[in-house]
């Protein structure tokens, strides 16, 4: 027996580690690796735990920040909940458990050792997927589990920190470290590093000047609503395996008969992924999961070390996410299949550059505080894309433990797993491979029915011989706290899964109720006009009179819905502008009003605050800068048309827009301190943009409104519109005069004056504006210097004849 369960922590030496903007947008997930060893009886457990606590100790004095906290936002970052810090004031901790009498070796090896045999929250002393919260929490914990006949060393690191690359060399010190704690090299007294471990990631990391351009990265969005559809969906974890005999004639199908040159090769990694990748789609087709038969999507994250040039060891995160799509019709060819995904995905990988990889650093910084970057098929995850993630190349088989021999078995506890999640495990000693899916049981029945598949993988005995009489996990899991992402990969997508607690019952009753409640009434009216040359101007009219267009959740969500809608519609493209289909539909501008002519936008509805718990209040208040980061960042014209009162959040939805039209009954201001807060939504950096510091801090320290006549010369406001006068500073009613259609015309106008300038240029200035530097301006002019437009005004120039651009 091992004495009481305990906890001994290593102190952090000096150090001084500042992380690249990649690292600090990583969702604060811990990678946990499990590592199942095999004791004999008579092992001496007590000697095993002051040699973990002597390799724990020497390992971080070769890696200090192990010892380190993940703080979240600081004053200073504007309170963003997806940015993270790592503080020298921590420890690393090794904590001991004595399940002995609860978890046998011997079951766990004749089980395969099945993922569903590994508890989080017995074996992980970090068992939440994530960690979003204001208190710090460590970067690492290794549990040691002492069961019968066995130890389960949990490692658990995160991956703001160290990705996983890094953890695999981390825990290649320990071992080595472990070894030499065993043959009496180092041990007590424990030695402590004076001199401060210095490392600026920000210097090797970074975009060397090119500002991202999310355009160039289909993997990558920065909408507030990818999120995976898996409410409500039972699914289960299994693990499988592909004997090396099989994964050699797998390796030859997916490879070209006749190879053209070395960019047609594939690899075994990539035979891999393709078998995965067309099983999985296949199965759900066949399961009813897929309905689509259009394109279907493949996500992975890949390594960019070699490609930076990075010195070794390196182990904060590198890597590009690459999304590759294909047609269903052509993944599910037979055969066939998995040649055509073998040889997209390893084009994919073969187009990753240093300098892709830049820019989309480059994006990451240009856009950290406004909003956060994820996944852009995170939303698809449970029907046409699946996530791939692979440490096959982690050598951990061979690492060796001394006394402890190599590890047995490497396992990740499910919780965390979501459906489309695939994880092919490291390389096993005989060279075979094995790996993890989360899917539908009925998903599990149709692969277990596929010949194709069959031909490659074996039967592993953590599957049951009926995959329908599985266990199945709620996705929707109240143990999850407050997230449900993936602890592997890291993923950008972080914040968008938070739900809280009263929407899960929520989602609970509407699978059960056959009746679902009637829908409520839109509060914004959508409607588009026609623009100059190509496209429409997009009008969002929030129609919320009585409460003065408070924001509440619902008017919060279908803004942000509508704003992704202009952000997806603005993004296509015709040479014709008068041929069908995509640029039909262009949003060229948008208009943001209201149907009432006394409000604005009276900003949070305060009511609907009351009832909230601080948590959901800071979950709102991060969807609501998401959506007016979202916002501000669109690459075609905004403009906020402003009668009556826009105050709070309603002034900040204003000064989101790139344009603000105001009505002469317009009064506006900031008056958050007086009810003892402070702006929250982009309100203390976006006021003193517009209107400078000194005027910022009048308006916000003051909490005073401020009239429309005033707004003007502040330069608040680019047209002011006359409307019939109205004491709004005294509340009285304009009772729908008509001043709104007024001011309306006034912003669709001021609209199609822009828009009647070629797109691309037009894309190109918001851009250089955006950014406010002589290098924007000059990397915006020369992609108008290569336009068709630009062309096109040069030849039509001194001939009379109205311009007409095409948007190229």
Same mark, same amino acid.
């Given at each position: 027996?091992?004495? *009481?369960?305990?906890?001994?922590?290593?102190?952090?030496?000096?150090?001084?580690?500042?992380?690249?903007?990649?690292?600090?947008?990583?969702?604060?997930? %811990?990678?946990?690796?499990?590592?199942?060893?095999?004791?004999?009886?008579?092992?001496?457990?007590?000697?095993?735990?002051?040699?973990?606590?002597?390799?724990? %100790?020497?390992?971080?004095?070769?890696? !200090?920040?192990?010892?380190?906290?993940?703080?979240?936002?600081?004053?200073?970052?504007?309170?963003?909940?997806?940015?993270?810090?790592?503080?020298?004031?921590?420890?690393?901790?090794?904590?001991?458990?004595?399940?002995?009498?609860?978890?046998?070796?011997?079951?766990?090896?004749?089980?395969?050792?099945?993922?569903?045999?590994?508890?989080?929250?017995?074996?992980?002393?970090?068992?939440?997927?994530?960690?979003?919260?204001?208190?710090?929490?460590? =970067?690492?914990?290794?549990?040691?589990?002492?069961?019968?006949?066995?130890?389960?060393?949990?490692?658990?690191?995160?991956?703001?920190?160290?990705?996983?690359?890094? =953890?695999?060399? @981390?825990?290649?010190?320990?071992?080595?470290?472990?070894?030499?704690?065993?043959?009496?090299?180092?041990?007590?007294?424990?030695?402590?590093?004076?001199?401060?471990?210095?490392?600026?990631?920000?210097?090797?990391?970074?975009?060397?000047?090119?500002?991202?351009?999310?355009?160039?990265?289909?993997?990558?969005?920065?909408?507030?609503?990818?999120?995976?559809?898996?409410?409500?969906?039972?699914?289960?974890?299994?693990?499988?395996?592909? !004997?090396?005999?099989?994964?050699?004639?797998?390796?030859?199908?997916?490879?070209? =008969?006749?190879?053209?040159?070395?960019?047609?090769?594939?690899?075994?990694?990539?035979?891999?992924?393709?078998?995965?990748?067309?099983?999985?789609? @296949?199965?759900? %087709?066949?399961?009813?999961?897929?309905?689509?038969?259009?394109?279907?999507?493949?996500?992975?994250?890949?390594?960019?070390?070699?490609?930076?040039?990075?010195?070794?060891?390196?182990?904060?995160?590198?890597?590009?996410?690459?999304?590759?799509?294909?047609?269903?019709?052509?993944?599910?060819?037979?055969?066939?299949?998995?040649?055509?995904?073998?040889?997209?995905?390893?084009?994919?990988?073969?187009?990753?550059?240093?300098?892709?990889?830049?820019?989309?650093?480059?994006?990451?910084?240009?856009?950290?505080?406004?909003?956060?970057?994820?996944?852009?098929?995170?939303?698809?995850?449970?029907?046409?894309?699946? $996530?791939?993630?692979?440490?096959?190349?982690?050598?951990?088989?061979?690492?060796?433990?001394?006394?402890?021999?190599?590890?047995?078995?490497?396992?990740?506890?499910?919780?965390?797993?979501?459906?489309?999640?695939?994880?092919?495990?490291?390389?096993?000693?005989?060279?075979?491979?094995?790996?993890?899916?989360?899917?539908?049981?009925?998903?599990?029945?149709?692969?277990?029915?596929?010949?194709?598949?069959?031909?490659?993988?074996?039967?592993?005995?953590?599957?049951?011989?009926?995959?329908?009489?599985?266990?199945?996990?709620?996705?929707?899991?109240?143990?999850?706290?407050?997230?449900?992402?993936?602890?592997?990969? *890291?993923?950008?997508?972080?914040?968008?899964?938070?739900?809280?607690?009263?929407?899960?019952?929520?989602?609970?009753?509407?699978?059960?109720?056959?009746?679902? !409640?009637?829908? $409520?009434?839109?509060?914004?009216?959508?409607?588009?006009?026609?623009?100059?040359?190509?496209?429409?101007?997009?009008?969002?009219?929030?129609?919320? *009179?009585?409460?003065?267009?408070?924001?509440?959740?619902?008017?919060?969500?279908?803004?942000?819905?509508?704003?992704?809608?202009?952000?997806?519609?603005?993004?296509?493209?015709?040479?014709?502008?008068?041929?069908?289909? *995509?640029?039909?539909?262009?949003?060229?501008?948008?208009?943001?009003?209201?149907?009432?002519?006394?409000?604005?936008?009276?900003?949070?509805?305060?009511?609907?605050?009351?009832?909230?718990?601080?948590?959901?209040?800071?979950?709102?208040? #991060?969807?609501?800068?998401?959506?007016?980061?979202?916002?501000?960042?669109?690459? @075609?014209?905004?403009?906020?048309?402003?009668?009556? @009162?826009?105050?709070?959040?309603?002034?900040?939805?204003?000064?989101?827009? %790139?344009?603000?039209?105001?009505?002469?009954?317009?009064?506006?201001?900031?008056?958050?301190?007086?009810?003892?807060?402070?702006?929250?939504?982009?309100?203390?950096?976006?006021?003193?943009?517009?209107?400078?510091?000194?005027?910022?801090?009048? $308006?916000?320290?003051?909490?005073?409104?401020?009239?429309?006549?005033?707004?003007?010369?502040?330069?608040?406001?680019?047209?002011?519109?006359?409307?019939?006068?109205?004491?709004?500073?005294?509340?009285?009613?304009? #009772?729908?005069?008509?001043?709104?259609?007024?001011?309306?015309?006034?912003?669709?106008?001021?609209?199609?004056?822009?828009?009647?300038?070629?797109?691309?240029?037009?894309?190109?200035?918001?851009?250089?504006?955006?950014?406010?530097?002589?290098?924007?301006?000059?990397?915006?002019?020369? =992609?108008?210097?290569?336009?068709?437009?630009?062309?096109?005004?040069?030849?039509?120039?001194?001939?009379?004849?109205?311009?007409?651009?095409?948007?190229?």
């Amino acid at each position: 027996m091992v004495s *009481p369960t305990r906890s001994i922590a290593v102190p952090a030496p000096p150090f001084d580690l500042k992380l690249s903007y990649f690292d600090r947008t990583l969702p604060p997930t %811990h990678s946990k690796r499990i590592l199942c060893f095999s004791l004999p009886q008579r092992a001496d457990k007590e000697r095993i735990i002051d040699q973990l606590h002597i390799a724990l %100790h020497y390992t971080v004095q070769r890696v !200090p920040f192990l010892a380190g906290s993940i703080v979240p936002f600081s004053e200073e970052e504007g309170n963003r909940p997806w940015l993270r810090n790592v503080s020298p004031q921590g420890s690393a901790y090794l904590d001991i458990k004595d399940l002995s009498n609860s978890m046998s070796f011997g079951a766990l090896a004749a089980a395969n050792f099945d993922q569903e045999l590994f508890d989080a929250d017995q074996l992980c002393s970090l068992p939440q997927v994530a960690y979003i919260q204001e208190e710090p929490v460590e =970067v690492c914990r290794i549990q040691a589990n002492f069961i019968d006949g066995g130890l389960l060393l949990v490692i658990q690191i995160n991956h703001v920190a160290i990705d996983g690359w890094g =953890v695999t060399e @981390v825990v290649k010190i320990f071992s080595e470290k472990f070894r030499d704690a065993q043959a009496g090299k180092i041990g007590h007294t424990l030695l402590m590093n004076e001199k401060t471990y210095v490392s600026d990631r920000r210097t090797l990391v970074s975009s060397a000047g090119n500002l991202g351009d999310l355009a160039n990265h289909s993997a990558l969005t920065q909408s507030g609503y990818a999120h995976a559809n898996l409410e409500g969906k039972g699914f289960a974890c299994r693990t499988f395996r592909i !004997p090396t005999d099989a994964l050699a004639r797998l390796k030859k199908d997916a490879s070209p =008969v006749q190879p053209k040159d070395d960019s047609d090769w594939i690899s075994t990694g990539d035979a891999i992924a393709a078998l995965l990748w067309r099983s999985i789609i @296949v199965a759900r %087709h066949r399961a009813g999961e897929l309905q689509t038969r259009g394109a279907v999507q493949f996500g992975q994250p890949y390594d960019c070390r070699k490609l930076m040039q990075l010195p070794e060891p390196y182990f904060g995160n590198s890597i590009y996410f690459l999304r590759t799509d294909v047609q269903f019709a052509d993944i599910a060819n037979g055969q066939d299949g998995i040649s055509l995904a073998a040889r997209a995905i390893r084009s994919d990988v073969n187009a990753v550059t240093a300098d892709k990889f830049r820019d989309m650093v480059g994006l990451i910084e240009r856009t950290q505080k406004q909003t956060h970057t994820r996944l852009s098929f995170w939303e698809d995850l449970s029907t046409s894309a699946i $996530m791939y993630t692979s440490h096959f190349a982690f050598d951990m088989h061979a690492m060796d433990f001394g006394e402890l021999g190599r590890i047995q078995a490497f396992r990740q506890p499910p919780r965390g797993s979501m459906i489309g999640q695939t994880i092919v495990m490291p390389r096993l000693r005989d060279g075979s491979c094995e790996f993890l899916l989360t899917e539908t049981p009925q998903v599990f029945v149709s692969l277990a029915e596929d010949d194709i598949w069959s031909q490659y993988v074996d039967k592993s005995p953590s599957q049951p011989s009926n995959p329908m009489e599985v266990a199945v996990t709620v996705a929707v899991d109240k143990k999850l706290d407050l997230v449900s992402i993936s602890t592997a990969p *890291p993923t950008l997508n972080s914040f968008s899964r938070t739900v809280p607690n009263r929407d899960l019952s929520a989602t609970a009753r509407s699978a059960e109720d056959d009746n679902p !409640p009637t829908p $409520m009434p839109a509060l914004i009216n959508i409607s588009d006009v026609q623009a100059p040359h190509v496209g429409c101007l997009r009008i969002l009219e929030l129609n919320r *009179p009585r409460a003065k267009n408070a924001i509440s959740h619902q008017l919060l969500d279908e803004l942000a819905r509508a704003i992704e809608d202009v952000w997806q519609q603005s993004m296509s493209m015709s040479i014709d502008p008068s041929s069908p289909g *995509p640029a039909s539909k262009q949003v060229r501008a948008l208009i943001i009003t209201s149907s009432s002519d006394t409000a604005f936008c009276a900003g949070a509805d305060l009511k609907e605050r009351k009832a909230m718990t601080l948590a959901e209040t800071q979950l709102f208040l #991060a969807k609501l800068r998401a959506t007016f980061a979202r916002l501000a960042a669109l690459p @075609v014209p905004t403009i906020a048309c402003v009668a009556g @009162v826009a105050l709070g959040g309603g002034l900040e939805l204003a000064l989101s827009c %790139h344009m603000r039209v105001f009505a002469s009954n317009a009064v506006v201001g900031l008056p958050e301190t007086r009810l003892a807060i402070i702006p929250g939504a982009g309100g203390t950096y976006r006021l003193q943009q517009v209107v400078g510091r000194a005027h910022a801090l009048d $308006m916000i320290l003051t909490g005073r409104k401020v009239d429309a006549v005033e707004s003007l010369r502040l330069g608040l406001c680019s047209r002011l519109v006359q409307v019939e006068e109205v004491d709004c500073l005294n509340g009285e009613d304009l #009772a729908r005069r008509g001043g709104g259609g007024r001011l309306r015309e006034v912003g669709l106008a001021l609209a199609q004056e822009i828009t009647r300038g070629g797109p691309s240029a037009i894309r190109a200035v918001l851009g250089a504006i955006s950014a406010a530097s002589e290098e924007a301006e000059n990397l915006a002019y020369e =992609v108008v210097l290569r336009s068709s437009d630009r062309l096109v005004a040069l030849e039509q120039f001194g001939t009379g004849r109205q311009l007409t651009f095409a948007g190229r």
